[in-house]
């Protein structure tokens, strides 16, 4: 189950890496590139569920431990956004579509909220790069029974 969540999180890093290439391009073709690289991420949510995808996530924990730590703490930057951002659009949209089908003024996206998930996106971001650092770099690794 650890691996798991841990493979989760890695891919979720690759994920949070990637997802910045669609932005260079025009709005149009930007936005299918998009949509691709979504679609790609959830049938690679799926392979993870099987033995497959363990075997295809292996690497990165015996060979490339630094660079999971990374990918793991930019993993979960994107899923804590994902939440940040996901669940008030749910509420914000069956609000705006309530008022709309009653015919009153749909409700204006507070702006502070805004504000709130892009500076939070900020120091979240920042805070998992030096946790990752602290934990590639200065921590010890724990010594097993087997060794003493």
Known sequence: ??????NFLILGGIYHLI?????????EHGNIAAWILLGIFFI????LLTSVGKKLFSIFHNKYKRLKNYLSALGAVEYLCFLLIFIPGIIYGYLYS???YNGTEPP????????????????????ALIIATYVSFIKKPKESSEKK
Do not use: R
Not at 19 to 27: N, V
Not at 44 to 47: D, S
Not at 108 to 127: A, D, K, R, S, T
């Open 1 to 6: 189950m650890k691996n798991t969540l841990e």
């Open 19 to 27: 997802s910045f290439f669609p932005l260079a391009m025009q709005e």
């Open 44 to 47: 690679f949510c799926i392979l």
């Open 98 to 100: 309530k008022a709309e």
């Open 108 to 127: 204006v996206i507070p702006e502070f909220y805004l504000y709130f998930v892009q500076y939070g996106y900020f120091i979240m971001l920042g805070l």
